[in-house]
């Protein structure tokens, strides 16, 4: 099973925020799970990708990557800075 979440609004102490949010994502049920910030996550702009994959240990963050899940391919957009 697959679960991707999408512009999760962590825009308000992004570390904290990502620690609470990582650890709920450790008890989901899923085998896979993918987190892919959204516009509003403007926080998460100030950390490297490969930090915030550190903090978000239970997922896989995509961010200017690519990654084949269940055989489909998946890219996502450049961050955009508001």
Request: charged share 15%; proline share 4%; glycine share 6%.
């Amino acid at each position: 099973m697959l679960l991707a979440v999408m512009g999760v609004a962590l825009t308000v102490c992004p570390s904290r925020a990502l620690k609470h949010f990582n650890r709920w994502l450790g008890k989901l049920p899923y085998k896979t799970k993918v987190v892919v910030a959204g516009n509003h996550e403007v926080g998460l702009s100030e950390h490297s990708r490969k930090t915030i994959q550190k903090q978000l240990s239970n997922a896989i963050y995509l961010q200017d990557k690519a990654v084949t899940l269940c055989g489909a391919r998946s890219l996502t957009p450049q961050a955009v800075s508001c």
